[in-house]
Structures are given as C-alpha cells and as structure tokens.
T-cell receptor
Framework: DAGVTQSPTHLIKTRGQQVTLRCSPK?????VSWYQQALGQGPQFIFQ???????QRGNFPDRFSGHQFPNYSSELNVNALLLGDSALYLC????????????FGSGTQLSVL | DAKTTQPPSMDCAEGRAANLPCNHS???????VYWYRQIHSQGPQYIIHGLKNNETNEMASLIITEDRKSSTLILPHATLRDTAVYYCIVRVRAGGSQGNLIFGKGTKLSVKP
C-alpha cells in the first residue's frame, strides 16, 4: 500500500514564477491537507480539501491556492513566488472523521532564487 | 488552542526509556493531546493521542497528569531510529473532516549508542 506520494521531490524557481505541487493521498483517504515547513520550524497549515472543496484555510495569502480532484488527489499552486516561499511543502491525507490522524508525504523542497 | 511548551532538545541512551515532557497548563476540557514525530528528511508521523486517560499503542505510551496540565510521551526502549523531532499538540477534536494541527518547534530527541 503506497502511502502519501508527492511530486516533484525538489524544485527550483525564480521570483515571480508560478509553481504547482502534486499529492496523491494514501489509499482509502479522502481528505488532503497542505503544510509549509520553513527550515528549523514546525509545519504550518495552509489549507485542507475535502469533497473537492477548500474546507479550512490557515493564515496564507491568496497567492496560495489548491484543488482536489475526484480521485482525491490534490494540487497546491503558488503564484508570484517570493524568496520567503522557499520551504518544504508537505501534503497530508486523512480519513473522514479522523482528520487528526494525518499521514504525511516526504514533501517537496521548493527553492526560490 | 492551548499552547504547549517542550524542551528544545533531549538525549537518551539506546535501549533506555525516553521520556518526553510537554506542558499545556491552559488546556481546555475538550482539548486532546496529540504527539507526532518527524525523522530527518521525512514528513511528520502520528504517534498517539489522548484526552485524560493514559494511552498505549505499539509505538509509545502517553501519560497525562490528573489535572491535564502536562503530559509525557514514553518510548519504552529507544533505538537509534527514534532520533527525531517530537511535537506535542493540543487541539479540540472537532467532528467531521475539518481541522488542522498547529505544530510548534518540538523537542529534538537524540538517541545515542
């Protein structure tokens, strides 16, 4: 059983560009959350998707947007990249009613130059 | 959500029990205590959670004091693979699929041979 898979694993972009990160949840999971982790910090919640809708959002600007597909996979889009967007982006999946038992992928390391 | 306080780092000898403390003196009656850990270059991993009773699973034990103002995560026989950052999180366990976890900086546990 594959766990949560994320692609790509590493990405380098320049300021002002746009980026799309992808996530496939663990089999049987229907809820996907995205977190941003800066170096030396704990993960910070970006948003959560369930039934193809954004259900909850953290304190992130609307440059950060997402999507969930009918097969429960998800994308995170970041527009107008800033240097401060450089971080590890983590996707987590969970089952309805057990959102607190998150299964995380290994993340996408984004570097903005 | 109640705030948590954890020591920034701890050492433990391989084979010995690792006891990781967490202070949550402002915890509310309906807030649960969750523990996650993050091994280097991986996403966080769920360990255990509890409300007021002590809990045990295949990974660890969670001891919550009677006044619920603090808790201890116990790894009974620490191995080198338990070297990780351990996060203590306090959160209301809302129903449905909506929710997010607020990670602090955690405790860096180093298990030494």
């Amino acid at each position: 059983d594959a766990g949560v898979t994320q692609s790509p694993t590493h990405l380098i972009k320049t300021r002002g560009q746009q980026v799309t990160l992808r996530c496939s949840p663990k089999s049987g999971h229907d809820t996907v959350s995205w977190y941003q982790q800066a170096l030396g910090q704990g993960p910070q919640f970006i948003f959560q998707y369930y039934e193809e809708e954004e259900r909850q959002r953290g304190n992130f600007p609307d440059r950060f947007s997402g999507h969930q597909f009918p097969n429960y996979s998800s994308e995170l889009n970041v527009n107008a990249l800033l240097l401060g967007d450089s971080a590890l982006y983590l996707c987590a999946s969970s089952v309805t009613g057990e959102w607190e038992k998150l299964f995380f992928g290994s993340g996408t390391q984004l570097s903005v130059l | 959500d109640a705030k948590t306080t954890q020591p920034p780092s701890m050492d433990c000898a391989e084979g010995r029990a690792a006891n990781l403390p967490c202070n949550h003196s402002t915890i509310s009656g309906n807030e649960y205590v969750y523990w996650y850990r993050q091994i280097h270059s991986q996403g966080p991993q769920y360990i255990i959670h509890g409300l007021k009773n002590n809990e045990t699973n295949e990974m660890a034990s969670l001891i919550i004091t009677e006044d619920r103002k603090s808790s201890t995560l116990i790894l009974p026989h620490a191995t080198l693979r338990d070297t990780a950052v351990y996060y203590c999180i306090v959160r209301v366990r809302a129903g449905g699929s909506q929710g997010n976890l607020i990670f602090g900086k955690g405790t860096k546990l180093s298990v030494k041979p």
